[in-house]
């Protein structure tokens, strides 16, 4: 028998339960059980802790076959426990390293009914704040081991299950389960700590409670919080079941009930604007309901004044009260706000737009961009050229930098950035299309569509991933990038593995296109004469064998021998080999001189004719390595600075574990495999057979076909397959947050000034 069990209700959290896992599983402790209950979750949950379960025999899987809410999936779990304690933890947080030894030490020492430990809040920008658990045991000068009616104030803890664990037993013999609807923690987390005749504090971050910017339940507004009122009849009830040990408390449980619903009433996350009446007549009968206990005295200051409206239920003067000082505060917030002027030029082109957003949307006009408007390619290409076969209803208009235009095929309609057309084509299409974002400027109109294609399947920390990293940090206004990535009406996936990084990555509220990647479809549907065409295209010769060489870009400070030195490299293979290199669009280095052998194809205007003519694919950290294993031939990964690039950005994917072939970190070392033919060796193939299986399942040559019908056409993605034999994926190494009383949200939104430059390359959107 374990000593500690761990419950583990997972529903919709594919983003955030791989952490969680590895938080619990990966701690040197071993002497624990995990119970993850699959409540029936719709995404790739089920999948994840199947894999998880196959690894490791301490973890068991319950998988529903309906969802049943978090209270009962708690109960099912517990139903399987074989453990002394018991500890329910919520799957999208994650456990703090150590701090298995360190409950085990404490419960196996002091022998609790109830073990309390202490959290942090986490938000999505990395921000963390301690709870007050710490100035409420020092406030008390707790002993180690207490009742609560020694120490009536430690009701005041945070009623949750998850800061608590229980011994088995004791939740046996008191009859303790949770109930279904929102706020099931309310009628447990009291009643657990008037029964304890062992209660014990451990003053240590045990778990990080994650602040999701959206998906949470708990930060939805609905109906469905007026529920809590349904909680505290339950508790009131389970009150009155125990009996004379809990009458001392229940002057504390009112109050700690108007606490709480004033906090969800005052929270627009929570409880609308247009449901604010009925939710504080709710609270006014509920006030009523359980008549303020002998004792009861009301707080000082405004929430006394709170106390008194809701009682006399008097919502006008509640409102009134709250619409003052919601004034006083942005009246104090415009005037320390200081304006930075703006260019002549740039108000009349913004009222020009801002006049064209108020005329009627064009339903059949969509504007597409690649790259900010670098030419016309990617995967906005792909959606296009297929709308125009599957909806040709529907007009499609390129934005493209100055200069750019002679890049874009003839017949294809584009408009210059920055000029009034283009200005009027944002403001009246209904349809957007880049596979980065468009400039934070441009509002999304009601009934409009932003698609976000994106470009490439994720090897390093992306989005709000690169806060954990030195190189996404730097210069990075993180809540900016994510206002134009809530945007999003659709984002595009290639597969299981990005679904998951996305919806951490950019936790915004678009649907998840998991159809493979459009432009790719080149790729699968490719025949000898496109090969053979290609080639031409870029100058290879019958015979040649090509070595397409495409590395990623460094947004850090990188030695020279970083990047291959391709001259060097290229005299040291077979006369017949011919290096194409192709480096990031945002990185124009290139160590290759003249060198005869070296064909530079950075401005070649298809990446695609690169992979279809090379025969041998050299890459680091770069997505190419994704789209090329489309082709199923040889892939080397040459990852000189692996570990720098890995402290410094971050990384998903460990390329030499679980890259598509051969790999190599010194320049020796990649010759070598060249010499000997490790590239195209039966070891590198399984390893690329491997890679495919995980990653290019749904490139089929119909992923963009997939995306029209549904963008534009209206029609639900069909079933597709799920991916092959998962591999473990490492996530970033799990760290010790250090812990500040700071939980300031978002940074300061852009000043005008800046909304107005052009939306330029941003490192959180770089593949």
Same mark, same amino acid.
């Given at each position: ?18 952490? &969680? ?18 409540? &029936?979750?719709?995404?790739? &949950? ?6 998880? @379960? ?92 207490? %009742? ?26 008191? /009859? ?16 657990? !700590? ?7 504090? #451990? ?6 409670? =994650? ?32 009996? /004379? ?16 619903? !004033? ?9 609308? %604007? ?31 004044? *709170? ?16 619409? #003052?000082?919601? !004034? ?7 005037? %320390?706000?200081?304006?930075? *002027? ?35 390619? &990617? ?10 076969? #599957? ?11 100055? $200069?750019? /235009? ?33 400039? $934070? ?25 690169? !806060? *954990? ?17 809530? =945007? ?51 100058? #290879? *010769? ?71 003519? @090379? ?135 852009? %000043? ?16």
């Amino acid at each position: 028998m374990p000593l500690l069990s761990i419950v583990l209700p997972v529903y919709r959290v594919q983003a955030y339960l791989r952490e &969680c896992l590895d938080s619990i599983l990966q701690q040197p402790f071993r002497d624990v059980e995990v119970i993850a209950v699959n409540d &029936c979750s719709p995404d790739h &949950c089920g999948a994840i802790l199947d894999e998880y @379960a196959a690894r490791d025999s301490r973890l068991r899987v319950v998988h529903l076959a309906e969802n049943v809410g978090l209270g009962e999936a708690r109960n099912v779990g517990m139903r399987h426990v074989t453990g002394e304690y018991v500890w329910f933890v919520d799957s999208d947080d994650w456990i703090a390293p150590g701090a298995l030894a360190a409950v085990a030490d404490r419960l196996r020492s002091v022998d609790p009914d109830v073990l309390v430990v202490d959290y942090a809040k986490v938000w999505w920008n990395n921000k963390s704040r301690r709870s007050k658990l710490s100035n409420l045991v020092r406030d008390e000068a707790l002993p180690r081991v207490f %009742t609560l009616a020694e120490y009536p104030n430690m009701i005041k803890l945070f009623h949750v299950a998850w800061n608590k664990i229980f011994r088995r037993d004791f939740l046996v013999r008191n /009859e303790i389960s949770f109930p279904g609807g929102l706020y099931e923690d309310v009628p447990v987390g009291y009643p657990v !700590l008037i029964l304890a005749d062992r209660i014990t504090v #451990l003053e240590r971050v045990c778990i990080y409670y =994650r602040q999701r910017r959206q998906g949470a339940i708990t930060s939805t507004p609905g109906y469905r919080h007026f529920e809590v009122f349904d909680q505290y009849d339950r508790l009131f009830s389970v009150l009155d079941g125990i009996g /004379e040990r809990a009458a001392p408390f229940r002057r504390l449980v009112f109050e700690r009930m108007m606490y709480q619903c !004033l906090l969800v009433l005052e929270n627009p996350d929570r409880v609308a %604007t247009s449901q604010q009446r009925a939710f504080f007549h709710g609270l006014a009968k509920a006030f009523a309901r359980h008549v303020p206990p002998e004792g009861y005295s009301k707080p000082d200051g405004r929430e006394r004044v *709170k106390h008194l409206l809701v009682a006399r239920g008097a919502f006008a003067v509640w409102l009134v009260m709250r619409v #003052l000082f919601g !004034l006083r505060r942005k009246i104090e917030t415009k005037v %320390t706000r200081v304006k930075r *002027k703006v260019r002549l030029r740039s108000r009349l082109r913004m009222r020009y737009y801002r006049y064209h957003v108020r005329r009627p949307m064009d339903e059949n006009l969509a504007v597409f961009s690649m790259y900010w408007g670098k030419g016309y390619g &990617c995967n906005p290409r792909a959606v296009y050229e297929k709308m125009t076969e #599957l909806a040709p209803g529907v007009r499609g208009v390129w934005e493209v930098k100055r $200069g750019q /235009e002679r890049s874009v095929p003839p017949g294809v309609e584009t408009v210059t950035i920055g000029t009034l057309p283009h200005y009027r084509a944002l403001a009246r299409a209904k349809y957007l299309v880049s596979n980065v974002n468009y400039p $934070g400027w441009v509002r999304k109109r009601p009934g409009a569509v932003h698609l976000s294609t994106n470009h490439g399947t994720p090897v390093k920390a992306m989005g709000v991933d690169q !806060l *954990k990293f030195p190189a996404g940090i730097r210069g990075m206004n993180m809540s900016w990038l994510l206002k134009r990535c809530d =945007r999003w009406t659709y984002s595009i996936s290639p597969n299981a593995y990005t679904t998951e990084i996305w919806e951490r990555a950019y936790p915004c509220g678009y649907e998840t296109l998991e159809v493979g990647y459009p432009r790719n479809d080149v790729l699968a549907n490719a025949t000898e004469q496109d090969v053979a065409e290609a080639r031409e295209r870029l100058g #290879l *010769k019958p015979g040649q064998l090509a070595v397409a060489y495409l590395p990623t870009y460094r947004d850090y400070e990188f030695g020279s021998d970083a990047l291959l030195n391709v001259g060097r490299f290229a005299d040291q293979l077979s006369p017949e080999t011919v290096l194409l290199v192709r480096v990031h669009h945002f990185d124009r280095t290139i160590v290759a001189g003249d060198h005869p052998r070296v064909i530079d194809v950075c401005d070649h205007p298809r990446v695609e004719d690169i992979y279809l003519a @090379a025969d041998v694919l050299i890459t680091d950290y770069s997505s190419v390595m994704f789209d090329y294993a489309v082709l199923d031939r040889p892939l080397v990964i040459f990852a000189a600075d692996w570990e720098t690039y890995r402290a410094n950005r971050g990384a998903y994917l460990d390329v030499f574990a679980e890259g598509p072939g051969a790999a190599a970190r010194t320049e020796e070392e990649l010759v070598e495999l060249f010499r000997s033919g490790a590239v195209f060796g039966e070891q590198a193939t399984v390893a690329r057979k491997v890679f495919r299986e995980r990653f290019c399942y749904l490139d089929d040559g119909h992923a963009s076909e997939r995306v029209v019908r549904r963008v534009f056409l209206n029609e639900p993605v069909p079933a597709l397959p799920a991916s092959g034999a998962v591999p473990v994926v490492p996530t970033e190494q799990l760290q010790e947050f250090r812990v500040v009383e700071d939980d300031s949200q978002p940074q300061e939104p852009p %000043t005008v000034e800046d909304q107005l430059r052009p939306a330029e390359e941003h490192p959180a959107l770089v593949d």
